[in-house]
């Protein structure tokens, strides 16, 4: 993996890179945590087991045949450990029976990380049900909602006790939302035995073969054992991610712009928007902050190019990062060769330049817009990328919006996750990252028919990287800081922009568009924006600034 403004492959912004070929099916790829072993002795009947620490092992996202491993605590610096990965496709006990976990009760769970006193008693009341289940009514939480498995205190071997054969009868009963929530409480609370307890139940409850939250689980179980494990700049280093060839990678990430409708609302909703914005502008230059295979810019030059009084001069600058060139197989070249082929057989007069670095390090002389250029310029998921004001004093994330206000654009095109974690502390993001990501592996789930080695790799490949970053990491190692719109528009109003309104025309394009994906997705205009909704879940907006 590379530093952490490097980090480009999962999460939406994963599935922008439009496939040019056909999709093979492709053997399972690796992510390795490296480092320390997570791992445990499978010795024994679940009442002794041993314990060791071993350098050089590590994890890997592989399939692997299952033998229930244990916990061991004889030492008080225990590591977190299993002896398989929980990203096993074969390897985890199967919780599918288990109606709570079935997709159409993946909302049932308080888990929407509001902070009312209410849905915080809720959550507080679910855990102790959780610990009641596991240890008995004699055990206690804490005034701030941690356990503690004696009442009064905080007892150094909590686990001892544990009968693990009845545990292992309780676990297909157990509601696995509740087991991640627990675990991640203990995490925050750094509390290693507990913490190991109940990522041992958690390795026989996931599965990234399983049900879309056995999916989610697996990654966020090895988020949290990357975080308790290490710490600070370590964690991110930490995660080497055995990047696939570039047209595997392709593929994967083609799989997902398949079956689901996330960067095609960005490109729909904003081509829209951009067309009315330009509509009598002779000469346009679009810059495009994250322009991938440049897929947008192909239908738009179509539309253009019908213009009544003929096309305008189109001049496009493509900003992209190193790992979107692996995508690719090249540089930007290959983006501004395949754009300049499709200008040519629309007659439209065109000229390409590249900025081949990552957004944050972008100045202005880096743009080159001439005099008498209408400007327009599209974030499609990429600047929740770029740090902010909490991570250090440069802000890049004002400052880039700052500078685009400074070339008075005709029209800014924004599409974002609508997810609230940039400045949440570790527990409330846990939070928002499961009810957040539920949503999408459901929707990846119910958009999918292929064979499921296929989809396993797509999500690895570009889902589960950005979940472990959003868990494990902290300070500049994490980079997926996700903003609500409403902080959005802070941002940009503070800058000096106006919201334009995303009309009828956006909202119909949209609806279209929906029709070839599954009947749960939904479109809404309010706030003069537009959101993309999994059933009651609202997963991306798109607005227009100028």
Not at 115 to 142: F, H, M, V, W, Y
Not at 403 to 422: A, D, G, H
Request: hydrophobic letters at 35%; aromatic letters at 10%.
């Amino acid at each position: 993996m590379q530093t952490s403004q490097k980090h480009r492959s999962a999460g939406i912004h994963g599935f922008y890179h439009q496939p040019v070929q056909e999709i093979d099916p492709y053997g399972l790829s690796h992510i390795q945590i490296l480092d320390k072993t997570l791992y445990s002795d499978a010795g024994s009947q679940g009442t002794s087991v041993s314990f060791e620490t071993c350098l050089g092992q590590f994890f890997t996202l592989e399939s692997s045949s299952a033998t229930a491993g244990f916990v061991v605590y004889d030492s008080p610096a225990a590591s977190i450990s299993s002896n398989r990965s929980p990203f096993s496709s074969q390897g985890s006990h199967s919780c599918i029976s288990d109606p709570r976990h079935s997709p159409e009760n993946m909302y049932g769970s308080p888990l929407s990380g509001s902070s009312s006193a209410d849905d915080g008693n809720i959550l507080r009341q679910k855990l102790r049900e959780l610990e009641i289940s596991l240890l008995g009514p004699e055990s206690d939480i804490t005034d701030s909602g941690s356990f503690c498995f004696v009442s009064g205190g905080y007892q150094a071997e909590p686990y001892a006790s544990w009968d693990w054969n009845q545990m292992m009868e309780m676990i297909p009963r157990l509601d696995l939302k509740h087991v991640l929530l627990a675990c991640a409480d203990a995490v925050s609370n750094a509390d290693i035995q507990r913490s190991a307890g109940l990522m041992h139940v958690l390795d026989q409850m996931v599965s990234v073969s399983g049900e879309p939250i056995q999916r989610l689980g697996a990654y966020m179980l090895e988020g949290l054992r990357a975080r308790l494990e290490l710490s600070g700049s370590k964690i991110y280093r930490a995660l080497k991610c055995e990047a696939p060839i570039s047209s595997d990678l392709m593929t994967y990430m083609g799989i997902l712009y398949q079956i689901c409708p996330y960067w095609k609302f960005a490109y729909t909703s904003a081509n829209v928007v951009i067309r009315e914005a330009v509509e009598y502008e002779p000469r346009i230059h679009i810059i495009d902050f994250q322009i991938a295979q440049g897929s947008q810019w192909i239908l738009l030059m179509q539309m253009l190019a019908c213009r009544p009084g003929g096309p305008p001069a189109i001049h496009i600058t493509g900003v992209d990062d190193s790992q979107s060139a692996d995508a690719r197989g090249g540089g930007l070249d290959i983006v501004g060769q395949r754009l300049s082929k499709v200008a040519e057989s629309c007659n439209v007069p065109f000229e390409f330049h590249d900025v081949a670095m990552d957004g944050c390090e972008v100045q202005l002389e880096h743009l080159r817009v001439q005099p008498g250029e209408a400007v327009v310029v599209n974030f499609p998921y990429v600047l929740h990328h770029m740090p902010d004001e909490s991570v250090n004093t440069w802000n890049h994330r004002d400052r880039l919006i700052r500078m685009v206000k400074s070339l008075s654009p005709r029209i800014v095109t924004l599409i974002e996750q609508e997810s609230n974690t940039n400045t949440k502390p570790f527990f409330p993001r846990f939070i928002e990252t499961l009810d957040y990501y539920a949503a999408m592996f459901e929707s990846i789930a119910a958009g999918s028919s292929m064979d499921f080695k296929q989809r396993i790799n797509a999500e690895q490949q570009c889902v589960a990287r950005d979940i472990v970053n959003m868990i494990a990491c902290e300070e500049a190692e994490r980079v997926e800081r996700h903003e609500l719109l409403a902080k959005w528009r802070s941002r940009f109003t503070m800058a000096g922009f106006n919201q334009y309104p995303l009309g009828s025309s956006a909202t119909t394009a949209v609806k279209d568009l929906l029709k070839e994906y599954h009947r749960d997705y939904s479109v809404q205009e309010r706030d003069w924006a537009l959101y993309l909704r999994w059933r009651d879940r609202d997963m991306a907006t798109s607005s227009a600034w100028r």
